[in-house]
């Protein structure tokens, strides 16, 4: 799939069209400067990045929250809410074929009742959503590799996605057979979702056995047995009494 345009709007009209074409698209601060030597930052490249992240299944905090210090932008936050700034996101199967299959997706920053979430003008949940963007762009309808866990290797937007190549997930919730089911995906191989169950089992198994030879030895074990055996009888004997 081809990202073929990025739409912002509201109720009532478009604020923004971004529209892609096949190769490379540059986003270029045309805005008139004396100064030559400008980077170019805060014209919007991140901003864009995040945006299409967002209808794909992203939370779109990251627009108006900063990613490292944790603060809220009010401004930028109260404008999408109070606006109903709606982001719709067109891909298409052939980007030089405007009559080839599209995906168009469009999503809002309410909730509840207000919340917009749809899929070619199909209201979705959550998981739904979830499960219907996969199968639509990677035809797939596994499990494992999850959809935010494929589309880490096509958008980065944040300075340490930038420097991993292959290692592209989050270190603090991934275990390596994530990563062979994601790479394996990659290659188009079956992937066998059940090893990574199996695998964080055997952690969850071992972290107990760690805790509990950490907290007690054997010989504590025992007595705490025979006590707890101890009051089990005391126990039926009451219970035979009665």
């Given at each position: 799939?081809?990202?073929?345009?990025?739409?912002?709007?509201?109720?009532?009209?478009?604020?923004?069209?971004?529209?892609?074409?096949?190769?490379?698209?540059?986003?270029?601060?045309?805005?008139?400067?004396?100064?030559?030597?400008?980077s170019g930052n805060g014209v919007g490249k991140t901003t864009v990045l995040r945006l299409i992240d967002f209808c794909l299944d992203g939370d779109g905090k990251n627009i108006y929250i900063d990613p490292e210090f944790k603060n809220t932008n009010q401004k930028i936050?109260?404008?999408?809410?109070?606006?109903?700034?709606?982001?719709?996101l067109t891909l298409i199967e052939n980007i030089e074929d405007s009559k080839s299959r599209k995906i168009i997706i469009e999503r809002n920053f309410l909730n509840y009742k207000?919340?917009?979430?749809?899929?070619?003008?199909e209201s979705l949940s959550n998981d739904e959503f979830s499960t219907k963007l996969k199968e639509l762009i990677f035809d797939s309808n596994a499990k494992n590799p999850t959809l935010k866990q494929l589309k880490s290797k096509n958008i980065r937007?944040?300075?340490?996605?930038?420097?991993?190549?292959?290692?592209?997930?989050?270190?603090?919730?991934?275990?390596?057979?994530?990563y062979e089911?994601?790479?394996?995906?990659?290659?188009?191989?079956?992937?066998?979702?059940?090893?990574?169950?199996?695998?964080?089992?055997?952690n969850i198994e071992e972290r107990l056995q760690s805790r509990l030879r950490?907290?007690?030895?054997?010989?504590?074990?025992?007595?705490?047995?025979?006590?707890?055996?101890?009051?089990?009888?005391?126990?039926?004997?009451?219970?035979?009494?009665?």
């Open positions: 799939m081809f990202l073929k345009s990025l739409v912002i709007r509201n109720d009532e009209e478009i604020i923004r069209e971004i529209p892609f074409h096949k190769g490379i698209n540059l986003i270029v601060d045309e805005t008139p400067s004396p100064n030559k030597t400008e936050e109260s404008f999408l809410k109070e606006n109903n700034i709606i982001i719709v207000n919340k917009i979430q749809k899929i070619n003008g937007d944040e300075k340490n996605k930038l420097t991993q190549t292959i290692r592209v997930l989050p270190q603090n919730v991934t275990t390596d057979a994530i089911s994601l790479h394996l995906f990659w290659f188009g191989i079956d992937v066998d979702t059940s090893k990574d169950q199996l695998v964080r089992d055997k950490k907290d007690s030895n054997l010989s504590q074990i025992n007595q705490s047995l025979i006590i707890i055996n101890k009051h089990i009888d005391s126990l039926n004997l009451k219970k035979k009494s009665i």
